[in-house]
């Protein structure tokens, strides 16, 4: 069975420009949960979703959006990037959405120049 | 909010034994998770611990304090292919809703 699968594996954009990325969780997972992650820190939990409903939501600002459609997908939008929206975006699925334990992507490193 | 406390770095041997704590603060504590994560990958998960005690698999073991604010993981007869960061991570609820935060990692060295 596949894994949690996540595209583009790298991304360059320049500030101000703006951002899809993309997760397929593992076959069976109806929950999606997605986190930021700047080299040498732990990941930073954006949001959860669960059987398309948003569970929980970190602190980041309005420019972070995402979304779960029908097949449990995401997708997580970033608008008016900043230098600092560089980093690695994990997208982690699981079977529930009670978050005992996550199955993480390889994630989608984003350059903003 | 939420904060987890880890050391930055730790440096064995072959064969040792290392043990890298983790406290926390947060309300609403559900459980408290241990990820491992290698240079370029994937973080991968390791351990769950949701009541107070140890849990083993393996060479690896985590114990929870949930009085204490308080858990560890064992990492037992160390190998090379242990070097890697490893994260706590504390479940909660809370205003933001279901959540998983993590610390900011622990990186283990190995040595021969």
């Known amino acids: 069975d596949a894994g949690v699968t996540q595209s583009p594996t790298h991304l360059i954009k320049t500030r101000g420009q703006h951002v899809t990325l993309r997760c397929s969780p593992i076959s069976g997972h109806k929950s999606v949960s997605w986190y930021q992650q700047v080299l040498g820190q732990g990941p930073q939990f954006i949001f959860q979703y669960y059987e398309k409903e948003e569970r929980g939501r970190g602190n980041f600002p309005d420019r972070f959006s995402a979304r779960q459609f029908p097949n449990y997908s995401s997708e997580l939008n970033v608008n008016a990037l900043l230098l600092g929206d560089s980093a690695l975006y994990l997208c982690?699925?699981?079977?529930?959405?009670?978050?005992?334990?996550?199955?993480f992507g390889s994630g989608t490193q984003l350059s903003v120049l | 909010g939420q904060s987890l406390e880890q050391p930055s770095e730790v440096t064995a041997v072959e064969g040792a034994i290392v043990q890298i704590n983790c406290t926390y603060q947060t309300s609403g504590f559900y459980g408290l998770s241990w990820y491992q994560q290698h240079d370029g990958g994937a973080p991968t998960f390791l351990s769950y611990n949701a009541l107070d005690g140890l849990e083993e698999t393996g060479r690896f073991s985590s114990f929870l304090s949930r009085s204490d604010s308080y858990g560890y993981l064992l990492l037992q007869e160390l190998q090379m292919k242990d070097s890697a960061s490893y994260f706590c991570?504390?479940?909660?609820?809370?205003?933001?809703?279901?959540?998983?935060?993590f610390g900011g990692g622990t990186r283990v060295l190995v040595k021969p």
């Open positions: 991570a504390v479940r909660d609820w809370g205003a933001a809703g279901n959540k998983l935060t």
């Open positions: 982690a699925s699981s079977l529930t959405g009670s978050n005992e334990k996550l199955f």
